[in-house]
Nanobody, 120 residues
Framework: QVQLTESEGGLVQPGGSLRLSCAAS????????VGWYRQAPGKQRELVVD???????TYADSVKGRFTISMDNSKKTWYLQMNNLKPEDTATYFC??????????????WGQGTSVTVSP
């Protein structure tokens, strides 16, 4: 069984920074694509960033130049560094990973979601 555990979000002032983490645990063989989605109140879930195993990243236009994803394979953990946060970044952030575990095919797993609020 694979589990993804996200770090806590929080309340941040506009212009501030916050780093989220997502740690994978279980009988993991390979971690393929990872990333984050977010969902603001009353809105559809949207892709924030996707990182492939080869290192290709895809960022939402709204976060380009402000958010950065990174991966620590030794810790099976990926991070979302969010800088220059704006009120419109307020949302619940969900990490995901496409993971190959023992005795199972590659599947997408999701974190529990963490709330980020950007407000004065």
């Amino acid at each position: 069984q694979v589990q993804l555990t996200e770090s806590e979000g929080g309340l941040v002032q506009p212009g501030g920074s916050l780093r989220l983490s997502c740690a994978a645990s279980g009988s993991i063989v390979t971690i393929n694509t990872v990333g984050w989605y977010r969902q603001a109140p009353g809105k559809q879930r949207e892709l924030v960033v996707d990182l492939t195993k080869r290192g290709t990243t895809t960022y939402a236009d709204s976060v380009k130049g402000r958010f950065t994803i990174s991966m620590d394979n030794s810790k099976k953990t990926w991070y979302l560094q969010m800088n220059n946060l704006k009120p419109e970044d307020t949302a619940t952030y969900f990490c995901y990973g496409n993971i190959y575990a023992y005795s199972t095919p590659s599947l997408y797993y999701w974190g529990q979601g963490t709330s980020v609020t950007v407000s004065p």
